[in-house]
C-alpha cells in the first residue's frame, strides 16, 4: 500500500521558521521525485521544490534562498526547511513522490502552514 505522509505544519509569525517532513512508503522507491506544492485559497497549486534521487534540487522563485529541501534515500523522506516565512507563504503544502517528473505520482493529505502575527 502507497502511502504519503506529511508532517510539521501550524501557526508562525512573519520572519519565522517551520520544518515540513514527508514520509513515503510502499511501492514509492527512493529514485523518486520528491516535491513539495502548496496551494494557497483561491489559487492554483504551485511547485515549491522539487529533489531527484541523485539530489539536484529545484526552487520555484519565490522561496528560492529562504526554503531548503533535503531527502534521506535511505529511510525515503523528504523535508523543507522553510526561514524568514511570510504571510504569501500561508497555504496548505502537499508532498508527492513521483517516478518521473514532479508532479505525478503520489501525493499527501497536506499540511497546513499559517503565517500570521
Known amino acids: 500500500q502507497v502511502q504519503v505522509v506529511e508532517s510539521g505544519g501550524g501557526l508562525v509569525q512573519p520572519g519565522g521558521s517551520l520544518r515540513l517532513s514527508c514520509a513515503a512508503s510502499?511501492?514509492?522507491?527512493?529514485?523518486?521525485?520528491l516535491a513539495w506544492y502548496r496551494q494557497a485559497p483561491g489559487k492554483q497549486r504551485e511547485l515549491v521544490a522539487s529533489i531527484t534521487s541523485r539530489l539536484t534540487s529545484n526552487y520555484a522563485a519565490s522561496v528560492k534562498g529562504r526554503f531548503t529541501i533535503s531527502r534521506d534515500n535511505a529511510k525515503n523522506t523528504v523535508s523543507l526547511q522553510m526561514n524568514s516565512l511570510n504571510p504569501e507563504d500561508t497555504a496548505v503544502y502537499y508532498c508527492?513522490?513521483?517516478?518521473?517528473?514532479?508532479?505525478?505520482?503520489?501525493w499527501g493529505q497536506g499540511t497546513q502552514v499559517t503565517v500570521s502575527s
Open positions: 508527492n513522490a513521483s517516478p518521473f517528473s514532479p508532479g505525478g505520482g503520489y
Open positions: 510502499g511501492s514509492i522507491t527512493n529514485m523518486y521525485v
